[in-house]
Nanobody, 130 residues
């Protein structure tokens, strides 16, 4: 089993920054964090959960939703089993619960739908005030 725990959320003014972290533990199918594809998703008030960012197992490939491109940066530290999301120039519409997700098998493509991920964290709240 894989456990994912997000942290770093909070209340910030528009234009501010936050860095989210996602700590991973456990293993699945004999694989550990360093071999997983990872993603960030978010669910705003009265909205469906949506894709935010993707990163491949070694960090060599990243992909972003258009709404966050140029403002958010996804990264990972495989030695620390941790995924990050640096969020700059935050907007009120970025207010949401942010979830990290793990896909055990990274087959070298971009994963941007919920069904492509195997494990999910509980989420961390990000609130951006105008």
């Amino acid at each position: 089993q894989v456990q994912l725990v997000e942290s770093g959320g909070g209340l910030v003014q528009a234009g501010g920054s936050l860095r989210l972290s996602c700590a991973a533990s456990g293993r699945a199918s004999g694989r550990t964090f360093s071999s997983y594809a990872m993603g960030w998703f978010r669910q705003g008030p009265r909205k469906e959960r949506e894709f935010v960012a993707f990163i491949s197992w070694n960090g060599g490939n990243t992909y972003y939703a258009d709404s966050v491109k140029g403002r958010f940066t996804i990264s990972r530290d495989n030695a620390k089993n941790t995924l990050y999301l640096q969020m700059n120039n935050l907007l009120p519409e970025d207010t949401a619960v942010y979830y990290c997700a793990a896909r055990v098998v990274d087959a070298g493509t971009v994963y941007y739908t919920q069904s492509q991920y195997d494990y999910w964290g509980q989420g961390t709240q990000v609130t951006v005030s105008a």
